[in-house]
């Protein structure tokens, strides 16, 4: 009931988020740098996930305010790149899910090998 | 410039091309990043996977109050536009399917003509009492974002209501039975199989309107979320 109850809290938190493990993977991304703005390609390399998984779960973030967007400042002949960043909002979910999916996942190889 | 980075970057500005208003920026990264990536084949698979963003059919992000109150107004327009329209097309069509109703055929293609007429009968009714609300038009600007708010509500809840299901599930009942009696008169007594596979074109449409429809469904719903955010920041309250 404890763990519904605080899956329930992130819940709420998040105005209908979804709660995949890419987008707990995604978040998990984001905190190991906090304070880095991040590049989508660096984002796919470090979690394995194709850009067409991968950028609509950074709209979604961007749709709830958790994720915030700027472009690079230009550099002489090359284009700006887009770079993300998590809001405080997005921080505060971002622990909670990760730890959510930490419990959930250290829980489940009491599950493994039961053969059913 | 290898024939497969040429390819990946046109993929990728074509979808910068077609994609919707709000998703554009989100593009716009896509193509950058397929720009920096040092492998061909890499960039080309990047690509085709940003291609799932020309999917994703959303209207301009609102990022401020302002925003917001343009897109309203825009609403307003185009409801009142379409409003009319389709109340003059009921009052048309239930004109239409009533006097067909009166001309005589055999029972079951009356109960057909009675399915579709007081589906269109009830949706004028439904679409008079629509559009006999009258809406606020408060003077401050965060009044009437929220004036837009509720009004998407009401929309979505005249849309996609149950008194909404209930029309569709009458009218399309009707014109069903109705097909079914003009198909038997034309080709003799045959089975639903047969039915099936002759309408198989209005079947086939049938998927891509009632995905359209949800599609519209979703993005009025993330429009009032994202009005919720906006009103909140309004406030000094985080919403999330």
């Known amino acids: 009931l404890t763990e519904i109850l605080y899956i329930g809290r992130v819940d709420g938190m998040s105005m209908k988020m979804r709660r995949s493990p890419q987008t707990a993977l995604v978040l998990a991304e984001f905190l190991s740098d906090e304070q880095e703005w991040r590049y989508g390609y660096d984002i796919s390399r470090n979690t394995g996930l194709k850009s067409g998984t991968l950028y609509p779960i950074l709209m979604r973030l961007a749709e709830h305010r958790m994720l915030k967007t700027s472009w690079e400042t230009a550099e002489t002949g090359r284009p700006p790149r887009h770079m993300y960043k998590l809001t405080k909002d997005g921080l505060r979910y971002a622990r909670e899910l990760v730890s959510v999916a930490r419990e959930l996942a250290t829980g489940e190889p009491a599950f493994e090998g039961v053969g059913l | ?240």
């Open chain 2, 1 to 240: 410039m290898t024939l497969v980075r040429r390819l990946a970057l046109g993929i990728s500005s074509r979808v910068v091309r077609w994609a919707s208003p709000g998703c554009k920026e989100w593009a716009e990264g896509l193509e950058r990043e397929a720009a920096v990536i040092e492998s061909d084949w890499a960039a080309l698979r990047w690509s085709i996977g940003s291609t799932r963003v020309l999917l994703d059919r959303r209207e301009a992000p609102m990022t401020s109050l302002d925003d917001a109150y343009a897109i309203a107004q825009k609403f307003f327009e185009k409801r009142k536009k379409e409003n009319s329209y389709f109340f003059w097309t009921c009052v048309v069509l239930s004109a239409l399917s009533v006097a067909l109703f009166c001309v005589p055929t055999n029972f079951i293609g009356r109960i057909g003509d009675g399915l579709v007429s007081g589906g269109l009968l009830f949706s004028l009714y439904r679409m008079h009492v629509y559009r006999s609300f009258v809406v606020r038009h408060p003077s401050g600007l965060k009044d009437r974002v929220a004036n837009y708010r509720s009004e998407l509500q009401r929309y979505i809840k005249f849309n996609y209501g149950w008194a909404s299901l209930l029309n569709v599930a009458l009218t399309l009942s009707g014109l069903l039975v109705i097909s079914y009696v003009y198909s038997v008169q034309i080709s003799g007594a045959f089975t639903i199989a047969d039915y099936a596979s002759d309408n198989s074109f209005y079947i086939a449409i049938s998927f891509p309107i009632a995905l359209m429809i949800y599609m519209n469904l979703h993005e009025r719903q993330r429009q009032i979320a994202e009005l919720d955010a906006l009103l909140a920041e309004r406030d000094g309250v985080s919403a999330l």
